[in-house]
């Protein structure tokens, strides 16, 4: 018997969790946790158990098939779908300008900057409100039946908010699947040793093919709104007459719609693609350029169309972040801590706006998995400022008689023994300080920008000095002599005299500098101002116990070890004092007893008002905190400013505490 409680409990529930999509997918505002949110599924799946009669396919309940499919069916699009005409660079974007401006009479267009999604489209029907069909792109013409997967999509809603929705309705969007659920998705394909996808866009348009919504709905698939193909108003509600007011509509449908901007002219739009691009890779989805629209609709028509894409749009592309090329060959290479890492060498190929001869394959593990062989075609990807790495091999371009790419049994270098630690997927050399990479690249460590900061001391000239046996270890950099250096390669006599100036610089440093350039594992620049904070002087430090270091803000039992050992080895020893005896000298840290922030991670993102974000970030430190540059799981408070980027965004997700400018002035007191 359906009792009214359950009526109106049933009611009442699907409202909540509709509105809660809409936080979450619509306003960016998540309002309830997760918890809360299946809570409240699992009642009205309870109640709907109970009373079958009180499903209604709208119900957030239905949004999983019962069957898989068998196939999918083909659909006519009810007004084509079309494609977009690109520009590569300024020169092509300011013709298209120059274009319109000419067709429409006009000195300044206004258009609407969008991202452009690097997903698949897809075309969403909404009849009464209800939807009732979701269909791919294909050719344009036709595509495919996807609803039973589109309806799996928490991001789509099955009904159109507000009274007065069309009466049919068709809007057109990206599904896009976020790097987060990219990243969750792999792990578990790993785990299960199913296949990798190697990008988002990959995986998303994989996801929305399975005949199984059950699948699709495990995928965490998002959707962006972007433009509507069909709008069958009623009399009463206002017209619309340009595209901006169309996508504020869209909104209120409860359809998510991604950051937009209007833009007047061409030079608006040109520097809208160049802050895009700057932020790409700070976006928790992929986009591959950006898309110009002009705004008003009246002068849309004018423009009308050629062949496939409209006259009114253009989608300016960025460089690419993923290219073809050719593995000229395998190196491997020996780093300051020893693990070998397989190095592709390839042809050279210009992609994500710099030329790139080499890519990291990481380590033994990934180079089965991927099994890249020398002479295979591979894709690379650079994104951002990250090392450039080889995604995949095109199997159907690999030539005859490649062999199976083999970890060396020794290392490279020195000859040593290898190991593999436990749990571990890194191999090392055991040689130490014996083998020449290792000692190359500590000297390089020890020299570098954020440690010692020895002017004009690079990697080559590095080099040369450990292979021609003048340096061993970094003490013997404070006993070189002008002489020496003026002998090497390409040294003249006034370089040399510049590096003994810049090494007798840097021996006067502060302790926590010191100690990150000692390179000891797992100690970066953060752990070591954590130290020198904590313990005030270095012997302090060198006869610290396991225990004393983990007490120590973000110095856990790996860390401690790692230090302990480091410490008690006679040849770390015999440089340390090497070093001081050469004039390596710093004042001690004033321990302060109260740290009342320590061991909480802070990040900082947007502009503040009061305070530069470099006085914010001392402020902070002084107090034990640590500043992050990126948010997780593990942050503690993001600092939020005006035009925050993403860094916000991503905190309310994971619940973390947000603090505004005051919030963090009245924390400091
Ligand atoms: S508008 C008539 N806007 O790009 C206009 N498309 O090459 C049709 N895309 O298949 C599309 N982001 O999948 C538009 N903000 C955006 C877009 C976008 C990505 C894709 C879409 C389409 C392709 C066109």
Redesign the pocket.
Known sequence: MTSQENIDRARVLRRKINQANIDYYVLDEPAIPDAEYDRMMQELIAIEDECPELITKDSPTQRVGARPLDSFSEVKHVVP????SNAFDEEEMTAFDHRVREMLEQDQIEYVG????DG??ISLLYEDGVLTRAAT?GDGVTGEDVTQNARTIRGIPLRLQGKSTPKRFEV?G?IVMTHQAFDKLNEKQKAKEEKIFVNPRNAAAGSMRQLDSRITADRQLSFFA??VGLFEKDEQSPEITSHSEMLVRLKTFGLPVSEIMVLKGLKACLLYYRTMNNLRNSLDYDIDGV?FKINDFKQQEIMGFVSRA?RW?I?YKFPPEEELTQVLDIEVQVGRTGALTPVARLEPVFVGGVTVTNATLHNEDEIKRKDVRVGDTVIVRRAGDVIPEVLKVVMEKRPDNTRPFKMPAKCPICDSDIEREEGETVIRCSGGLYCSAQQVQAIIHFASRRAMDIDGLGDKLIEQLVEKGLINNVSDLYGLQQTQLACLERMAEKSASNIISALNNSKKTTLDRFLYALGIREVGDATARSLANHFGNLSAIQSATQEALEDVADVGPIVAKHIVTFFSQTHNQEVINNLLTAGVHWSDVEVKAEQPLRGKIFVITGTLKGMKREEVKQRLLALGAKVSGSVSKKTDYVIVGSDPGSKAEKARKLEVEILDEAGFLSLLE
């Open positions: 779908m079309l494609s977009l969008e991202t452009k999604f698949l489209a792109r057109r990206e972007y433009s898309v409209p749009a989608a």
